[in-house]
C-alpha cells in the first residue's frame, strides 16, 4: 500500500535532507493518474520541505528540486526518479507496486486507508455529530423544534386532532392539524395567542401540556427510527433542542453570575457579544413572557453534552440559514469561560431547488425515498441488462438511494443545486446508479469464476496500462479519505469511486478473463475483486448499501 512506499521514499529522502523521516510522509502524495500520459507514482512537493525565503524565484526552486533529484538514488522500491514543476517524482518498481497493492487490500479489508500513517499522528478523539433535527411531527421537514411550531402544534390537535387518526398514521395527521392550525393563525391572532400560551405552559412544566407534547415526541421519534432504518441510518441518542427546554434557566443565571445577560426595555434578556454595548451585535436568550429560544436551548444543550460525553469535538450539520445562529452560540459559549466551545464546528450544506414528485412540491424525505424507489424499479424494468431479482423492491431502494446520495454529495455541502430525477438515474456518467451497476457487474464477475490464492499472482500478467492506472488509483485511497477527514467533505470520495469506475469500466473491455490463460485469468480478477472491495468500501463510508445484483 502506500504507507510502505512512503515510508521507504521518506527514508531515502531523510539522509539527504537531515530531516526526520515523519516529517516527510505528509509531503509525499501518490500522483493522480492521467488519461492522456503515464505518470509517476508519487512525487514529493519540495516548496513543503525545504525552507525558502519569500523573495525566492521559481527557478531558484526549481534549482533546488534538480539538486535534490540528483543526490537521491533508485534501489529496490524505487525503479526511476525524475523531477516535475517543484517536484520530485518517484516510480515504483512495477512488480512490487501490484503485489504490495493487491495484498494490502485483501489483508486489511474494510479499514484498508484507515491504516496508513496519514492517519498515525492523529489522536483517537470522541466526536459528537449533531444533524438531521427533524421537527417533530413534522415528517421530516428539516430544522429544529421552535416554540412556535410546537404552539401552534398543541394548539391545533385541541382544536382539530382526532386520537383515532393519531393512532393510525400518526406524523401525517400532526402535519395536517399543523398546516390547518398554521392557516388559522394567519387570520386569528388569538390563535397565535394561544400558541404562546400553550409553549409557556410546557415551559412551566404543566402536566397536560407536557404530556401531550411527550405524546407528539414518542410517535415522532417511533416513524423517525423507521426511515432511519431505510437510509441505513442508527443514532445513538435522541435529544433535540426541545429536550433541554427544563435547563435553559441554568444557562440564564450562569449568564447572568458572569455578568452577561442584559434586560432590554421590553422584558427581553440579551447578551451583548461586542462587549461595547452595540445593539445590533446582541443576541436575545429570552422573551419578554420568561420563555427560551432556540439559542438557549442550544446552549444548554451543548453544555449538558459536554458534561455528559466529555466530546474532544462536536460538529454541527445543519442547513447554511443557521450559520449566524451557531456563530453566536459558539460565541456565547465562549464569553461564558468555556474554552471547549473552539472545538465546536459548523458543516453547513446548501439548498436543493426543484426537487418534484410526480405528486407535486415535496419536502418530506420519505415521499422521496418511496418516489426514488418507485422510479427505480420502472428504470430496472426497462432496462435490458436487468436479471431476475428474488427482492427487486429491495435492491432499487438501495440503488436509488445511491443516485441522491451521490447527487447530493458530488459538490461542495455548502453549494446549493438544482436538483433532476432524470439526471440522478443515469446509468452512465458521474451517478450512483453508475457506482451501484460497477460494483453489481464486478460481483457477478468474481461468481462467474473461482480465484485462487493471492500469492500464486503472476504480477508480470498487471503491467498494462489500465491495470497499471487502477493500481495508482488504489495507491490514493488513503490520501482521499485522510482528505475528507480533515474537510469534511464527502465529495473527495465520491470523485474518487466515481474514477474508480470509470477506470474499471474500460479495463472491464480491455482485460478479459474468459479465455484467457490461467495466470493471466487468476491476475486480472484479483485486481478486480481488490476494485470491488475498495468500492465498497468508499460507498458504505457514504452511507450507501452496495449491490451484488441489479
Known sequence: MACAFRRSIASQLSRVLDLPPENLIKSISAVPISR?????????????????????????????????????????????????????????????????????????????????????????????????????????????????????????????????????????????????VNKEAADDENVEKSAHEFFHRLEAGDQQALTLWQKFRDLSIKEYVQIYKRLGVHFDDYSGESFYREKYREVLSLLDKKGLLQRTKKGTAIVDLSRKGDPSLSCTVMRSDGTSLYVTRD??????????????????????????????????????????????????????????????????????????????????????????????????????????????????????????????????????VFLQYTHARLSSLEDSFESGHLRNINAACLQDPQSISILQHLLRYDEVLYKSSQDLQPRNIVSYLLTLSHLTAVAHKTLPIKGRLPEVAEARLHLFKAVRSVLANGMKLLGITPVSRM
Open 299 to 432: 446552549l444548554a444543550a451543548a453544555i449538558d453534552r459536554m458534561n455528559k460525553y466529555h466530546f474532544d469535538s462536536m460538529i454541527y450539520v445543519t442547513d447554511k440559514g443557521q450559520q449566524n445562529h451557531f456563530q453566536q452560540v459558539f460565541q456565547i459559549l465562549r464569553l461564558m469561560g468555556y474554552e471547549w466551545a473552539e472545538r465546536c464546528q459548523l458543516v453547513p450544506f446548501g439548498i436543493v431547488q426543484g426537487m418534484k414528485t410526480r405528486r407535486g412540491d415535496v419536502t418530506f424525505l420519505e415521499d422521496v425515498i418511496n418516489e426514488t424507489r418507485s422510479r427505480m424499479l420502472e428504470n430496472m424494468a426497462l432496462s435490458k441488462t436487468t436479471k431476475e431479482l428474488e427482492n427487486p423492491h429491495e435492491i432499487a431502494e438501495r440503488v436509488g438511494l445511491a443516485a441522491l446520495i451521490i447527487q447530493d454529495f458530488k459538490g461542495y455541502l455548502l453549494s446549493d443545486y438544482k436538483f433532476s430525477w432524470d439526471r440522478v438515474f443515469q446509468s452512465r456518467g458521474d451517478t450512483g
Open 36 to 180: 492522456k500520459e503515464e505518470v509517476a507514482d508519487f512525487q514529493l512537493s519540495v516548496h513543503s520541505v525545504l525552507e525558502s525565503n519569500s523573495d525566492h524565484s521559481k527557478p531558484d526552486i526549481q534549482a533546488q528540486v534538480q539538486r535534490l533529484a540528483e543526490k537521491l538514488k533508485c534501489d529496490t522500491v524505487v525503479s526511476e526518479i525524475s523531477t516535475g514543476p517543484g517536484t520530485v517524482n518517484f516510480r515504483i518498481n512495477r512488480e512490487l507496486l501490484t503485489k504490495t497493492v493487491l495484498q494490502q487490500v485483501f489483508e486489511d479489508g474494510a479499514n484498508y486507508g484507515l491504516k496508513s500513517e496519514l492517519f498515525s499522528g492523529l489522536p483517537k478523539n470522541k466526536v459528537l455529530v449533531e444533524f438531521s433535527s427533524p421537527n417533530i411531527a413534522k415528517k421530516f421537514h428539516v430544522g429544529h423544534l421552535r416554540s412556535t411550531i410546537i404552539g401552534l402544534l398543541g394548539t391545533g390537535f385541541q382544536l382539530f386532532g382526532y386520537e383515532e387518526k393519531l393512532k393510525s398514521n400518526p406524523l401525517q395527521h400532526l402535519f395536517e392539524v399543523y398546516v390547518q
